[in-house]
Structure formats: C-alpha cells, structure tokens
C-alpha cells in the first residue's frame, strides 16, 4: 500500500502540469455559482441536487454519466432556455453536489432510475425530453423499464447501450485496486492528473482551465467517489444487457456522437442502434469531438437539439 501511494504521489507531482490561466473567460460560470443556483430534493436515499431553469411547459431533461455531474452541461443550460424550454439538470445520487450516502447496491442503475422519477414527480413533470450522456443511458433505460410512456423525445449524446463500442477507460474488480484507485481521485495529490489525463483522452483538444475543472474537481475532493466505485467494479464488468427494451420502445430518437470517442465508439454499434430505436438517418449526426461533447461543441448540440424537438 505504502509504494502504491508513493508510485501515485510521484506520478501527480511529475506529469501534472497546470491547467489553463484561473482567469474567467467572458460569460464563464464558476462552480460556487453554479450550485447556488442549485436546488435540493430528498429522495427515499439521499438529497439529489438539480438545476430547474425556465418557465416553459417544454421540459428537458439533462443526465450525466460517470464520473461527472450536471455540471457538465453548464454552457448549454441557458441557451435552451433561450430557446423556449424548461431545463432540468440533476447531480444524480453520489456525483456533484448531491449526498453521498454509504454503501454500493444503492448507486445502482435501477436504484438512481427510481430516484430520477421521485424528482421528476415532486416537480409534477409527467413527461419530458430527455438527455443522456455516458452511463446516464443506463439509469434512463432502467428508467424506461418503469415508465417508457413519460419521455416524449430521447436525444443521445455518447451514451452506453450495447457491449459493442464500449471500451471504458478502467474496470476494476471489487476490492483494494479499486478502493485505491478512488482514493486517488479524490485524496487531492492525484486528482488534477488523473482528471488531466481523462479530459485529455475524452477531449481532441482539452482546452479546460481551472475554473471548469474545480466543478469536476471539488465533488470528487468531497469523497464523492462510492457511485464510481459501484460503477467500475459492478456495471462496467457485467454491462446489462438492453437490447430487448430498445427494440419494444417507439420514442422519436435522435443521435448526438463525438464520432473520434475512444471510450464509447459509435461505429461498432451504430447499425445495431439504428434499427433497435428507428432512428431516421437524418437524425444522427457525428460531430468532430470526442467523448465529453457538451465541453467541445455545446452550441451545436443545441442547436441540434433545438431543430429535432420542433420536428
């Protein structure tokens, strides 16, 4: 254990370099404001943190995956807005700034579905729009076991669905690596490398200063790290298997890709994709980027977006 802190130690102090300047660009949200903006709601495990902006009676709603937050789409929350919708953006249960009660069975897919409906229905929101990111698809396909009839339009933006194409950066099995492993994401010595070197490898160009890194940052230095534990060493070992669900569901679907993402490739699976969900050609559309899209091409995912709910 003692060289395995030291190896990790070494590793932070020589192949971490400094993010961009702390200066704020123009317009740029800090991660203090934006959970001020935030709002609370208790669910049967924890309080869940979110985002409710907007006055429409058009919802969106928009899930992250792992090991993000709602944070991750801060640039795109205001221009849907503007747009005329109503924006919904939870921290799901042990991510961002909601509880990170203990235990591990209580960070499951089927578990943070259940917990996504008790918000939605404290906001007495009985359909939506919704979008998903990375393992935000399995909390949404566990969710639409439950309820397929209450999202009204599905938009997914580099998400897991099928075996094919998903290539996470770890897997672990349960136990001292893994423990390790989130000790080092959030003992503060290895973070800022090991966000580096995933932004690095999730972005063509990362081009994130500190200021956006501190909303990733801050929730794992918070010890938010028990639903990447479940994550790593449950889900990402035994992915479920969906395949008879897409093909039941008859939800206006839209693809939103970094078609250059190395943790989830679209092309081994997107005939498979096509054909489940029928989605019309039209509707898919692989941009230049990378995993984290929502940090690369933001206004073009609204703007995508945007033209597929008016269809």
């Not at 400094?18 to 203090?32: C, F, L």
């Not at 939605?120 to 076991?145: F, P, Q, R, Y």
């Not at 490739?265 to 994709?273: A, D, N, V, Y």
Request: glycine content about 6%; charged content about 25%; some cysteine.
């Amino acid at each position: 254990m003692r060289f395995l802190v030291l190896t990790l130690c070494a590793i932070a102090l020589f192949s971490c370099k400094p993010y961009q300047s702390t200066t704020a660009r123009k317009g740029q949200i800090t991660y203090d404001g934006f959970r001020q903006n935030q709002k609370t709601f208790n669910t049967s495990d924890g309080a869940i943190a979110y985002i409710d902006k907007g006055k429409s009676d058009k919802v969106i709603v928009l899930l992250h995956g792992v090991p993000t937050s709602g944070w991750l789409y801060r640039k795109m929350i205001d221009p849907l807005v503007n747009n005329g919708y109503r924006v919904i953006v939870p921290d799901m249960l042990g991510y961002g700034s909601s509880d990170n009660p203990k235990g591990y069975d209580i960070y499951s897919e089927e578990n943070h579905a259940q917990r996504l409906l008790e918000l939605l229905d404290s906001l007495n929101i009985t359909t939506w729009s919704h979008v998903m990111h990375d393992a935000g698809g399995l909390w949404t396909w566990e969710l639409l076991k439950k309820q397929p009839e209450r999202i009204n339009n599905l938009i997914l933006l580099n998400t897991i669905i099928y075996e094919e194409g998903f290539d996470p950066p770890v897997r672990f099995k349960e136990g001292f690596m893994a423990r390790t492993a989130m000790w080092g994401y959030r003992n503060g010595i290895t973070t800022n490398v090991m966000l580096k070197n995933l932004f690095k490898s999730g972005m063509l160009q990362n081009n994130l200063n500190e200021i956006d890194v501190a909303g990733y940052k801050t929730p794992l230095r918070e010890g938010k790290t028990r639903g990447m534990y479940y994550f790593f060493t449950q889900t990402c070992n035994t992915l479920p298997d969906y395949t008879s669900l897409t093909k039941s569901l008859d939800i206006p679907t839209a693809v939103i890709w970094g078609k250059e993402d190395t943790f989830l490739r679209i092309e081994p699976q997107k005939t498979q994709l096509k054909s489940s969900l029928n989605i019309k050609e039209e509707n898919i559309h692989l941009l230049e980027a990378k995993h984290f899209i929502q940090e690369e091409k933001p206004e073009e995912i609204v703007t995508i977006i945007s033209a597929f709910l008016k269809e």
